[in-house]
């Protein structure tokens, strides 16, 4: 846990720098702004589903023993498709905030954590300490979405993964801004 008092700065600072930029991307940038769409008639829908606990929910819904059901296969053929996720109410936008920072924080935990263990306590050349921590980063905000995106649609891979390069480049000039020049022992091995 040596890693953590030695590299708590850049830590905080990325994640830190990272919540800014994510704010600003989609507050700001327009990459983001086609990816929400209205349903139509919606009053209609949200009539339909008034009533339905938070969840996630697919239609057309089925179980895997009646996946292979001609009726099944019909209402899929017909469509639409989709998922449905209901939440328990409305946004808590400072929660939200809140809850996404500390995510950021355990990110660079880890980020953190790879980095102490491949320069073994060493104060790395800059570039080194960039590319370990951008590789690290990078990994976390883009790579891990990509099932998620595979299977429930609704994000585009090009923008996630240009938001994950931006995130990445960042904590990666942190931590090689940050690192602390003499770390006093290496990590037990």
Same mark, same amino acid.
């Given at each position: *846990? %040596?890693?953590l008092s030695e590299l708590w700065l850049p830590i905080l600072v990325s994640a830190g720098f990272v919540w800014i930029a994510s704010a600003i991307i989609h507050m700001v940038m327009p990459w983001h702004k086609s990816e929400w769409?209205?349903?139509?008639?919606? %009053?209609?829908?949200?009539?339909? *589903?008034?009533?339905?606990?938070?969840g996630n929910y697919m239609f057309p819904f089925c179980t895997m023993a009646e996946m292979k059901e001609p009726a099944f296969?019909?209402?899929?053929?017909?469509?639409?498709?989709?998922? /449905?996720?209901?939440?328990?109410?409305?946004?808590? *936008?400072?929660?939200?905030?809140?809850?996404?920072?500390?995510?950021?924080?355990?990110?660079? /935990?880890? /980020? &953190?954590? /790879?980095?102490?263990?491949?320069?073994?306590?060493?104060?790395? %050349?800059?570039?080194?300490?960039?590319?370990?921590?951008?590789?690290? &980063?990078? *990994? &976390?905000h883009g790579l891990a979405l990509i099932p998620h995106m595979i299977?429930?649609?609704?994000?585009?891979?090009?923008?996630v993964m240009l938001d994950a390069i931006i995130y990445a480049l960042l904590t990666a000039g942190v931590f090689g801004w940050l690192w602390p020049v003499i770390v006093t022992t290496p990590p037990s091995q």
């Open positions: *846990m %040596e890693f769409k209205g349903l139509p008639n919606e %009053e209609a829908a949200l009539d339909a *589903m008034r009533g339905a606990p938070a296969i019909e209402k899929q053929n017909r469509g639409p498709n989709g998922t /449905v996720i209901i939440w328990p109410g409305p946004v808590n *936008m400072g929660q939200n905030l809140i809850l996404t920072l500390i995510s950021y924080i355990v990110i660079g /935990v880890f /980020v &953190a954590y /790879v980095c102490w263990h491949a320069f073994l306590g060493e104060a790395p %050349e800059y570039l080194d300490r960039f590319r370990i921590a951008g590789t690290c &980063a990078f *990994m &976390a299977w429930f649609r609704g994000m585009r891979l090009w923008t």
